[in-house]
């Protein structure tokens, strides 16, 4: 099958070169849907200056020697309508229905790693944490889908001063008891306990000092402490993963403790290249462009005037490793937009060193807020971060509690309850801009109508209920597709936008886009099925038609529900 818009796009571009010269075949034809017709040419009134002509003119050339699938008008100031045949879209939509990728395209293989989730490991997963992990995990399910090789990187904050402390503390718990309370999802008041300790009591600060040394020079004993701690933690972090259906596991994990043995060779090998330099005792690389308030050039510090290292430092060996050991082509960073600057200077800083070459994409996925209804940080009425497994869990109860009336045995409700919950909580998110804040709601999260997971997750039950009913089976053979009324063309251009919707996610890292585009569909099949009876169509060509597009939108909306990573329950 064929993108409507890229067919049509293709058409004009062929006229623009017939009419006006070969020099206009690269020219944007600036194709746009339109109330009018199928989708609006609007390049002539762009192109009319640049000729000398009037703007209807320059359209009537276009539609002059256009040739589409398709019939072409002109109106107003020189808009080229463009109305594709029925015949064409149903046989580019029978297409579809054959293709076990439903037009979604197979790109050119690239190793893309993608950097998300991350959260410090000497604290508890929040609700903050959400966005990172659900928008990351959409992404790599679209990058692979699209045939790259995905390289899953979960960036733990596992490593520096702070684990001295946390070490001890866990000392004078006993490895049992901290044990269970990290388990348990207790990392805050853990780590908060010891920082008491550490600043009130000198012997516990001494003892957290010097662990800090035997950290970083690897002692056996002190590293046996480390990973007791670092495996608690992580056995709660799986918690979280599997309550959200996300692809992370232990294979992805490349916290900072991975790099600590490169941090002094990075800084070295900056420093005797002259690319970073010592700075009121620290040294830095200056990349060009980026300076403070008084026009001064800003440090991108990677060693401090103690000899100690931060993030910068790690963070420079951590996209040197990705790119000469990982093979990457694309980098995507899946974090909070309040790291914007950080990251520029990162990427400025590694193409200065020569390890970020041109041809390799860094970029940056700004993650925004997650918000509360007072529209401030989401937070409980104490003011207190809200663990997000017990948000999770929230989400679940509430999704089984709608489904309290339906005819469900406590083993389905359960299980239905999980994939509404989970759902809802993941669209919501995923259906705004990643860079955008949003409130969280459960309310209108759970919402079955609307733009929400439960109404798509309803939508894909609603199409298998109508096979169901007319004891046929989605997977098995329907058609010929025939279109006749105007809600079942109108599905059908809105199933052929699938594969190029998909693609631009890929490209732009922006699964909002696919939630939109899943959003329209499902709202084109309300309107077909309210205008096109399926099993009681006044004909049996007819009846076999609807429901070849009937089974073409529920394989659309499982597979783009899958892309975002939701659950798509068999009946709700």
Same mark, same amino acid.
């Given at each position: 099958?064929?993108?409507?818009?890229?067919?049509?796009?293709?058409?004009?571009?062929?006229?623009?070169?017939?009419?006006?010269?070969?020099?206009?075949?690269?020219?944007?034809?600036?194709?746009?849907?339109?109330? /009018?017709?199928?989708?609006?040419?609007?390049?002539?009134?762009?192109?009319?200056? %640049?000729?000398?002509?009037?703007?209807?003119?320059?359209?009537?050339?276009?539609?002059?020697?256009?040739?589409?699938?398709?019939?072409?008008?002109?109106?107003?100031?020189?808009?080229?309508?463009?109305?594709?045949?029925?015949?064409?879209?149903?046989?580019?939509?029978?297409?579809?229905?054959?293709?076990?990728?439903?037009?979604?395209?197979?790109?050119?293989?690239?190793?893309?790693?993608?950097?998300?989730?991350?959260?410090?490991?000497?604290?508890?997963?929040?609700?903050?944490?959400?966005?990172?992990?659900?928008? #990351?995990?959409?992404?790599?399910?679209?990058?692979?889908?699209? #045939?790259?090789?995905?390289?899953?990187?979960?960036?733990?904050?596992?490593?520096?001063?702070?684990?001295?402390?946390?070490?001890?503390?866990?000392?004078?718990?006993?490895?049992?008891?901290?044990?269970?309370?990290?388990?348990?999802?207790?990392?805050?008041?853990?780590?908060?306990?010891?920082?008491?300790? /550490?600043?009130?009591?000198?012997?516990? *600060?001494? %003892?957290?000092?010097?662990?800090?040394?035997?950290?970083?020079?690897?002692?056996?004993?002190?590293?046996?402490?480390?990973?007791?701690?670092? *495996?608690?933690?992580?056995?709660?972090? *799986?918690?979280?993963?599997?309550?959200?259906?996300?692809?992370?596991?232990?294979?992805?994990?490349?916290?900072?403790?991975?790099?600590?043995?490169?941090?002094?060779?990075?800084?070295?090998?900056?420093?005797?290249?002259?690319?970073?330099?010592?700075?009121?005792?620290?040294?830095?690389?200056?990349?060009?462009?980026?300076?403070?308030?008084?026009?001064?050039?800003?440090?991108?510090?990677? %060693?401090?005037?103690?000899?100690?290292?931060?993030?910068?430092?790690?963070?420079?060996?951590?996209?040197?490793?990705?790119?000469?050991?990982? !093979?990457?082509?694309?980098?995507?960073?899946?974090?909070?937009?309040?790291?914007?600057?950080?990251?520029?200077?990162?990427?400025?800083?590694?193409?200065?060193?020569?390890?970020?070459?041109?041809?390799?994409?860094?970029?940056?996925?700004?993650?925004?807020?997650?918000?509360?209804?007072?529209?401030?940080?989401?937070?409980?009425?104490?003011?207190?971060?809200? !663990?997000?497994?017990?948000?999770?869990?929230?989400?679940?109860?509430?999704?089984?509690?709608?489904?309290?009336?339906?005819?469900?045995?406590?083993?389905?409700?359960?299980?239905?309850?999980?994939?509404?919950?989970?759902?809802?909580?993941?669209?919501?998110?995923?259906?705004?801009?990643?860079?955008?804040?949003?409130?969280?709601?459960?309310?209108?999260?759970?919402?079955?109508?609307?733009?929400?997971?439960?109404?798509?997750?309803?939508?894909?039950?609603?199409?298998?209920?109508?096979?169901?009913?007319?004891?046929?089976?989605?997977?098995?053979?329907?058609?010929?597709?025939?279109?006749?009324?105007?809600?079942?063309?109108?599905?059908?251009?809105?199933?052929?936008?699938? #594969?190029?919707?998909?693609?631009?996610?890929?490209?732009? *890292?922006?699964?909002?886009?696919?939630?939109?585009?899943?959003?329209?569909?499902?709202?084109?099949?309300?309107?077909?099925?309210?205008?096109?009876?399926?099993?009681?169509?006044?004909?049996?060509?007819?009846?076999?038609?609807?429901?070849?597009?009937?089974?073409?939108?529920?394989?659309?909306?499982?597979?783009?529900?899958?892309?975002?990573?939701?659950?798509?329950?068999?009946?709700?």
């Amino acid at each position: 099958m064929t993108d409507p818009q890229l067919v049509l796009a293709e058409g004009v571009q062929r006229a623009l070169a017939a009419a006006f010269g070969p020099e206009y075949a690269a020219e944007d034809p600036l194709i746009r849907p339109s109330q /009018f017709a199928d989708y609006q040419a609007n390049v002539a009134m762009s192109l009319a200056r %640049r000729l000398g002509r009037a703007p209807r003119e320059v359209a009537q050339a276009i539609a002059d020697n256009i040739d589409i699938p398709g019939t072409v008008e002109i109106s107003g100031p020189g808009f080229v309508n463009l109305t594709l045949s029925d015949g064409w879209l149903a046989a580019q939509a029978a297409e579809q229905l054959a293709d076990d990728r439903l037009g979604v395209p197979v790109e050119t293989p690239a190793t893309v790693v993608v950097d998300y989730s991350a959260p410090n490991a000497a604290k508890e997963m929040h609700v903050g944490h959400l966005r990172t992990t659900v928008v #990351g995990d959409a992404l790599v399910r679209v990058q692979a889908h699209l #045939g790259h090789r995905v390289i899953r990187q979960n960036h733990l904050g596992d490593w520096g001063t702070p684990f001295g402390m946390l070490i001890e503390h866990l000392l004078d718990m006993g490895e049992a008891a901290a044990v269970a309370q990290l388990e348990a999802g207790e990392g805050n008041p853990y780590y908060q306990a010891a920082r008491a300790k /550490f600043d009130s009591d000198p012997a516990f *600060n001494e %003892r957290a000092r010097a662990r800090v040394v035997t950290l970083q020079a690897e002692d056996p004993e002190t590293m046996r402490l480390w990973h007791i701690f670092m *495996n608690a933690t992580i056995r709660y972090f *799986n918690k979280v993963y599997t309550e959200l259906g996300v692809t992370l596991t232990d294979d992805d994990i490349a916290g900072e403790s991975m790099y600590n043995h490169m941090l002094a060779q990075v800084c070295d090998e900056l420093e005797s290249r002259g690319i970073a330099v010592i700075s009121d005792g620290a040294l830095c690389v200056f990349p060009p462009g980026f300076t403070g308030r008084e026009g001064q050039p800003l440090p991108f510090m990677i %060693r401090k005037s103690d000899g100690g290292y931060g993030y910068a430092t790690t963070d420079l060996a951590t996209i040197r490793y990705r790119i000469q050991d990982l !093979k990457a082509d694309r980098i995507i960073y899946v974090i909070g937009v309040t790291q914007s600057l950080h990251l520029q200077m990162l990427f400025a800083s590694a193409r200065l060193a020569g390890w970020l070459p041109d041809e390799v994409r860094a970029e940056h996925v700004q993650i925004g807020s997650v918000l509360g209804s007072d529209g401030k940080m989401f937070k409980t009425r104490a003011g207190k971060s809200i !663990k997000l497994l017990e948000l999770l869990e929230e989400a679940e109860t509430r999704a089984a509690a709608v489904l309290v009336d339906r005819d469900y045995d406590e083993a389905t409700r359960a299980e239905i309850g999980h994939a509404v919950g989970m759902g809802a909580v993941k669209y919501a998110d995923l259906s705004v801009s990643h860079d955008s804040e949003y409130v969280f709601d459960f309310d209108r999260m759970l919402a079955l109508t609307g733009n929400t997971g439960p109404y798509l997750q309803y939508a894909t039950a609603r199409i298998r209920s109508i096979f169901r009913r007319g004891g046929f089976d989605p997977a098995e053979p329907h058609g010929p597709i025939v279109i006749g009324h105007p809600a079942e063309r109108a599905l059908a251009l809105q199933l052929l936008g699938f #594969g190029a919707v998909v693609a631009e996610v890929g490209e732009a *890292n922006a699964p909002h886009k696919l939630c939109a585009y899943l959003f329209d569909l499902a709202s084109a099949f309300t309107t077909f099925y309210e205008n096109c009876p399926v099993l009681k169509a006044d004909s049996e060509e007819d009846r076999q038609s609807r429901l070849a597009l009937a089974a073409l939108t529920l394989r659309v909306l499982v597979q783009g529900l899958d892309l975002l990573g939701i659950e798509v329950p068999e009946r709700m």
